[in-house]
């Protein structure tokens, strides 16, 4: 738990699927410590579908902010820099459902939240001390995208296809893309520019250093 004359930072990292986010995150959590840093996930967010039937659960848009319950996410992000314990929700990609299961985060120095619309919301970003955006061209976004959700979300190539062209596009070129105005930072290829990744690392450091309560 951070010290009392030492208040919780928050890094929000943002970008189109498939742009790299989660190994900007996972090079943070490398650089500080397990111990110093909690992630919480946009994607653990995804509104519970489970009173509606599988088939029209198929046919909703998830990459537009509505499908997260946003609330419950700006929520936990202040009980952490509060110093509270909470329980993020665990999210089943192949139901569209959330489990009975939640992953158990503590307060900690630092908060690294991930996420493609983290920065499309004003209320999110208001939380933020370091706002991230990472920008990867459109191909390799896509074609990670296409190994992840055939690998872990038990999706078929042809769903695949079909998602990013109706909604995971669309939505892209509408929310998320903009939202890179907003960003303190932007990192061309994610954690494949360590350059870029250790000015954020030097950045964050000296927000921890700087930052004390009143």
Do not use: W
Not at 60 to 69: I, V
Not at 87 to 101: E, G, L
């Amino acid at each position: 738990m951070p010290a009392p004359n030492h208040p919780t930072i928050i890094v929000g990292v943002a970008g189109g699927s498939g742009s790299g986010k989660t190994t900007v995150v996972d090079a943070i959590v490398g650089a500080l410590g397990r111990d110093r840093v909690s992630v919480v996930e946009q994607d653990a967010y995804y509104r519970d579908r489970s009173n509606i039937l599988p088939e029209e659960r198929r046919g909703l848009n998830y990459d537009h902010p509505d499908a997260l319950e946003l609330p419950l996410l700006i929520a936990h992000l202040r009980a952490l820099r509060n110093g509270d314990t909470i329980d993020m929700p665990v999210y089943d990609f192949t139901t569209h459902c959330r489990t009975a299961r939640s992953i158990t985060l503590v307060p900690t120095r630092l908060v690294a939240v991930e996420g493609t619309l983290i920065l499309a919301d004003r209320a999110l970003r208001d939380l933020m001390d370091i706002k991230v955006f990472v920008d990867t061209a459109a191909d390799l976004r896509l074609l990670r995208r296409v190994r992840r959700d055939l690998r872990t979300r038990g999706r078929s190539l042809d769903s695949v296809a079909e998602q990013y062209l109706a909604t995971v596009r669309p939505m892209h070129v509408e929310f998320v893309e903009p939202s890179k105005r907003y960003a303190d930072m932007i990192i061309p290829e994610g954690g494949h520019n360590p350059l870029a990744v250790d000015g954020l690392l030097r950045a964050i450091r000296d927000a921890m250093t700087n930052a004390r309560t009143p």
